[in-house]
C-alpha cells in the first residue's frame, strides 16, 4: 500500500478509544489524523484530556494532537466510532451524511435492518448492506459496526460449528471483565470481591446479535440464524477478557451426532480469512487449550496480539450435546480490534476507495 488512510477516532478519550490509539499507532494501512470526544476534553491536548489506562505507553504525537469537537466539519472520511450509544445514534449518522465510512463499536445501529453487523471471519457477506444505506446514495457515507464484546466471542467460536453441524440451541453464561463498563465504569465497593449478575441490555444485545451474525444474507437482506438461544450476563472483578461458559445443541447437517475430534478439527481448521492479509486477523482465530483449567483470562486474553478467541473444556452436555468454554479480549477482539479489522476488508474490498476519493474532490 502507497500512501495510508487518515483516519479518525471518535470517542477518542475512552476506553475503547485508547485501545484504537494502541492498535492504530504503527498500523501499516491506517494513520491517526483527527481524535474527537466530548465538550469536556475538544480544545485540550490529548495527553491533558484523556485519562491513559493502558501499559502501553501514550505516543508523544498522540499526546500532543488537539481534541477536536465531534463534528464531521474538518474530520478525514474514515471513522473509527467509541461513543456511548445515545450519543452514537445522534452523532454517527450526522458523519455517515456527511461522506465518511463510520465504523462503529456501539450498539446504537447493530440492529439497523441496513447497517451491517460484521465479523470479517463469520459474515462479511453481510458488507452488501452498506449499498442499501441512503448516506451511501446520497454521499458516499455508510456505516458498519461490529458486535457486542461478549457476543463476538461466542460467535467466532459457533461459526466453525455451524457451518459443518448446524446449531439449534445456545445457552451461554457470561464473566464480563470491569473495562467492560468503560471508564470508570463499575464502582470499585460494588465489584471487588464481588459478582453483580445484571449488565444493562447485555442479555438482549447477546440473543439478538447472535443470531444476526450467524444469519445468511438473502436478497436485500440478513435473515437470522433460527435458533433457540438463552444468555446469562454477569459483571466479574476482571480488569479485561470475557469469560462464557456455553452448551449447545448441535444441527443435523451430518446426519448424526458429531464427535469430540470432529469439533476440535472443526475449530482448528477454521481460517476464512487466510491468504487475505489483513494486518489486524490473527492466524489462529479459535484456538483450543487442551488443559483441563484454560482458558483464563489472565494467561490467554493476548492470544493473536488480542484477537485470538481460545476454546476450552470441550465436554458432553448432559442437558444439550456439548459444552465448553469460551475467553476473548474485550476491548481488542471485542471492540477496537473488531473494528480495525472491519476497516481492513472494507480497504481489501475497495469499499474505502469510494470515500476517500470523494474527500479529494472536495
Ligand atoms: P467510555 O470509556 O465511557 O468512553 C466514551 C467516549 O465517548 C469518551 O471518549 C467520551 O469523551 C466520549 N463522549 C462522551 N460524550 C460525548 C459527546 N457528547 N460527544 C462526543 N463524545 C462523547 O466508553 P467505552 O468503553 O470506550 O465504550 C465506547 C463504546 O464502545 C460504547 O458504545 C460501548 O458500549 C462500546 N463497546 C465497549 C466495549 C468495551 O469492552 N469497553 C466493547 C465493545 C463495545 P470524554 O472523555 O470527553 O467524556
Not at 438482549?204 to 444468555?231: D, W, Y
Not at 442437558?319 to 476488508?345: C, Q, Y
Request: hydrophobic share 40%; glycine share 8%.
Amino acid at each position: 500500500m502507497r500512501n495510508k488512510y487518515s483516519i479518525g477516532i471518535l470517542g477518542a478519550t475512552g476506553m475503547v478509544g485508547q485501545r484504537f490509539i494502541q492498535l492504530l499507532e504503527n498500523h501499516p494501512w491506517f494513520e491517526i489524523a483527527w481524535l474527537a470526544a466530548s465538550d469536556r476534553s475538544s480544545g485540550k491536548k490529548y495527553g491533558e484530556a484523556a485519562k491513559w489506562r493502558l501499559e502501553f505507553p501514550l505516543p508523544d504525537r498522540i499526546a500532543n494532537m488537539t481534541v477536536s469537537s465531534a463534528e464531521p466539519v474538518g474530520a478525514p472520511k474514515i471513522i473509527f466510532a467509541a461513543l456511548d450509544s445515545d450519543i452514537a445514534k445522534e452523532l454517527e449518522p450526522k458523519f455517515a451524511a456527511a461522506g465518511c465510512a463510520v465504523v462503529s463499536n456501539s450498539s446504537a445501529f447493530r440492529m439497523h435492518p441496513e447497517v451491517p453487523l460484521v465479523i470479517p471471519e463469520v459474515n462479511a457477506e453481510h458488507l452488501h448492506l452498506i449499498e442499501e444505506q441512503s448516506w451511501r446514495k446520497e454521499s458516499g457515507g455508510y456505516m458498519v459496526t461490529n458486535p457486542n464484546c461478549s457476543a463476538i466471542g461466542l460467535v467466532v467460536a459457533l461459526k466453525p460449528l455451524e457451518e459443518r453441524f448446524g446449531i439449534e440451541q445456545i445457552f451461554v453464561s457470561t464473566m464480563q471483565a470491569i473495562s467492560g463498563a468503560g471508564y470508570p465504569g463499575v464502582p470499585s465497593m460494588d465489584i471487588l470481591g464481588n459478582v453483580v449478575p445484571y449488565i444493562k441490555s447485555e442479555e438482549e444485545k447477546m440473543e439478538a446479535e447472535t443470531l444476526r451474525l450467524l444469519g445468511r444474507f438473502e436478497g436485500h437482506q440478513v435473515k437470522p440464524l433460527s435458533a433457540r438461544m438463552s444468555a446469562h450476563c454477569n459483571r466479574v472483578a476482571v480488569e479485561d477478557g470475557h469469560t462464557e461458559c456455553v452448551s449447545i445443541k448441535l444441527g443435523k447437517k451430518l446426519g448424526r451426532a458429531a464427535t469430540k475430534e470432529e469439533i476440535l478439527a472443526a475449530w482448528a481448521e477454521f481460517k476464512p480469512l487466510a491468504g487475505q492479509q489483513l494486518p489486524m486477523a490473527p492466524e489462529q482465530p479459535v484456538e483450543f487449550a487442551p488443559q483441563d483449567d484454560r482458558p483464563q483470562p489472565r494467561l490467554d486474553r493476548n492470544r493473536g496480539r488480542g484477537m485470538g478467541v481460545t476454546v476450552g473444556r470441550l465436554r458432553p452436555c448432559g442437558l444439550l450435546d456439548w459444552k465448553f468454554t469460551v475467553l476473548s479480549h474485550n476491548t481488542i477482539r471485542g471492540a477496537a480490534g473488531a473494528a480495525i479489522l472491519n476497516a481492513e476488508l472494507l480497504v481489501s474490498l475497495g469499499k474505502l476507495e469510494p470515500v476517500t476519493a470523494a474527500a479529494t474532490r472536495r
